[in-house]
């Protein structure tokens, strides 16, 4: 199979690169940004006009949340328009959206076809991503996944370890719920199920499984397996001033795949090497 996969560096594309490097029965195309520059759409079309993809796998997107409130044409460029490049060359193509396309009540389960309500910009740029591919008539998997951490890239669980060895306490919302999600885990799964395999095309849920937790739930679980004396304290998203809503429901149900990926308290574990 021939693989191309962008974004290479990321918190989430680089485990796909190191596991996909692996493979002897795939050839992969693992551009870097002075090599394939995806703002330039001249270049973008140049490179993909010649050669065919058994699969594009984009892991290319502006994930800052709160500065994407401002820097709303940067945002837009990375999370619709080089998609919108992209499917201008009819290849089959697996996509990555996010929890924050959602606004549903704590407590319930959010179904792959529950109502898009994104509460910032950042969301709502991948939910017009979203209807770009929905109104592509050729081979699209978009996973919706929340969470993620990682050894590559700033993420929640890095953030407190390294708070945690100068704060005594840490201030950790409570009342955003969901379920982190391991790279690591998440790759592999899309390797398997996506690559392996060829699922009718569509949207899907990908998180580990287990007990939803909130914030500070998993600040606590982090400190309390590394031995940390730190503390935390709880406190509500709305004491928070910041320029972007975060949902307070991001627990997303797969009820399309018959595998589910592992629960979330095991794939930490093995992030912090305490399996």
């Not at 370890?161 to 950790?172: A, G, M, Y």
């Not at 009342?175 to 799964?189: N, V």
Request: aromatic content about 10%; some cysteine.
């Amino acid at each position: 199979m021939r693989i191309l996969l962008l974004g290479k560096t990321g918190l989430l594309g680089s485990d796909f690169f190191d596991l996909l490097s692996l493979r002897e029965n795939i050839e992969l195309f693992a551009p870097s940004h002075r090599e394939l520059d995806l703002l330039n759409a001249a270049q973008v079309n140049a490179f993909l006009a010649g050669q065919f993809f058994d699969r594009i796998i984009n892991c290319v997107g502006y994930t800052n949340v709160d500065l994407a409130e401002t820097e709303r044409g940067r945002c837009k460029q990375l999370n619709v328009q080089v998609l919108d490049t992209i499917l201008s060359h009819r290849q089959p193509i697996i996509n990555f959206s996010t929890d924050y396309i959602f606004d549903a009540p704590v407590g319930t389960s959010i179904r792959e076809d529950s109502i898009r309500a994104p509460l910032n910009y950042y969301g709502e740029t991948k939910k017009q991503a979203e209807l770009l591919l929905e109104a592509y008539p050729f081979s699209w998997w978009n996973i919706r996944t929340s969470w993620l951490f990682g050894t590559s890239g700033k993420n929640f669980i890095s953030t407190i370890l390294e708070k945690s060895k100068t704060e005594p306490s840490l201030r950790v919302v409570s009342d955003e719920i969901g379920r982190p999600t391991s790279a690591r885990d998440l790759a592999k799964f899309v390797i398997e199920e996506f690559i392996n395999k060829t699922p009718e095309k569509g949207h899907f849920h990908l998180q580990n499984t287990g007990d939803p937790c909130s914030w500070a739930d998993l600040a606590e679980y982090v400190l309390q397996k590394t031995g940390s004396k730190t503390t935390v304290h709880r406190i509500s998203s709305d004491s928070i001033d910041r320029p972007a809503r975060r949902p307070k429901n991001s627990v997303l149900a797969n009820t399309k795949m018959l595998r589910q990926m592992r629960p979330w308290k095991e794939a930490v574990d093995v992030f912090l090497g305490r399996d």
